[in-house]
């Protein structure tokens, strides 16, 4: 099985700063990598698919990168409505798998 | 609109079987992948397992803590996905989610409780 790393676990941040999750694979998946928004009490919103594709409807101060083994999920300007748990996925092979999550809390 | 609704989730025992259902529309269901995801209460995200479309052969994939006990099926002329539960454990508690395969689309989750 294919297992995913996000660092950090947790983060405090502000309003307007700029923050950065990590996810890293513990084999290459090329780009099969999708991050999502997780709100308390709802279902995940998928934000960026195939590493660095924006979801439509997705504001565009979210964004994604990398490719491989070791990606990364970039929000600038953070926005009250922003923080939340965020999880990556990989869906390069079954069984599919998703990083422990990263819960972004106010600072 | 995409909707997908699950339904069907309970208190059940240790042991005890369960059946999930997660009624789409609003798109070709007949055509599309689908899965189940699962999150225990306080957890992260877990993928349950995965069926692909008849054209596709209706081949399933399965999670290994539920594979033999948990089986994905559908029946597209309903455009209904299910996930019949069968000796049901504690840690089995969780809300479960329907998907598309692509992630894009997800229900509200129904919740499912393992306990005596």
């Known amino acids: 099985d294919i297992q995913m790393t996000q660092s950090p676990s947790s983060l405090s941040a502000s309003v307007g700063d700029r923050v950065t999750v990590t996810c890293r694979a513990s084999q290459s998946i090329s780009s099969f990598l999708n991050w999502y928004q997780q709100k308390p009490g709802k279902a995940p919103k998928l934000l960026i698919y195939a590493a660095s594709s924006l979801q439509s409807g997705v504001p565009s101060r979210f964004s994604g990168s990398g490719s491989g083994t070791d990606f990364t999920l970039t929000i600038n300007s953070l926005h009250p409505e922003d923080f939340a748990t965020y999880y990556c996925?990989?869906?390069?092979?079954?069984?599919?798998?998703f990083g422990q999550g990263t819960k972004l809390e106010i600072k | 609109e995409v909707q997908l609704v699950e339904s069907g989730g309970g208190l059940v025992k240790p042991g005890g079987s369960l059946r999930l259902s997660c009624a789409a529309s609003g798109f070709t269901f007949s055509n599309a992948w689908m899965t189940w995801v699962r999150q225990a209460p306080g957890k992260g995200l877990e993928w349950v397992g995965r069926i692909k479309s008849k054209t596709d052969s209706e081949t399933t994939d399965y999670a290994a803590p539920v594979k033999g006990r948990l089986t994905i099926s559908r029946d597209d002329s309903k455009n209904t996905l299910y996930l019949q539960m069968n000796s049901l454990k504690t840690e089995d508690t969780a809300m479960y989610y329907c998907?598309?395969?692509?992630?894009?689309?997800w229900g509200q989750g129904t919740l499912v409780t393992v306990s005596s």
């Open positions: 996925q990989q869906s390069y092979s079954t069984p599919v798998t």
């Open positions: 998907t598309t395969v692509s992630g894009k689309n």
